[in-house]
Nanobody, 123 residues
């Protein structure tokens, strides 16, 4: 299984970026997809996840109302739309996949990981 993340870059505070993560080698529609991030000198933290059925999404409190996760089961891709970015959103963002059941919050529950993509938000 391969996960290919893209879309990171530099944004100003208040701006937007959209991350993408394309999955290959597994039945995409049967796996929960999540996003995690790790800022310099900090622990990796949960950002958001979307259930394999697409009907349930969850977010960290720090991004609630600003980030939106979605998935396209035809394109085998999960997206993270990030709006109203803040400097504290600066981190390496990684996508991950999890076979059912739905346990989205902890990194150790995920089975597949992609490489990270760097998001830098300037003030």
């Amino acid at each position: 299984v391969q996960l290919q993340a893209s879309g990171g870059g530099l944004a100003q505070a208040g701006g937007s970026l959209r991350l993408s993560c394309e999955v290959s080698g597994h039945t995409f529609s049967s796996i929960t997809m999540g996003w995690f991030r790790q800022a310099p000198g900090k622990e990796r933290e949960f950002v958001s996840a979307i259930k394999w059925s697409g009907g349930v999404t969850v977010y960290a409190d720090s991004v609630m109302g600003r980030f939106t996760i979605s998935r396209d089961d035809v394109e085998n891709t999960v997206y993270l739309q990030m709006n109203s970015l803040k400097p504290e959103d600066t981190a390496v963002y990684s996508c991950a996949g999890q076979r059912i059941p739905f346990r989205p919050y902890h990194a150790q529950e995920y089975d597949f990981w992609g490489q990270g993509t760097l998001v830098t938000v300037s003030s």
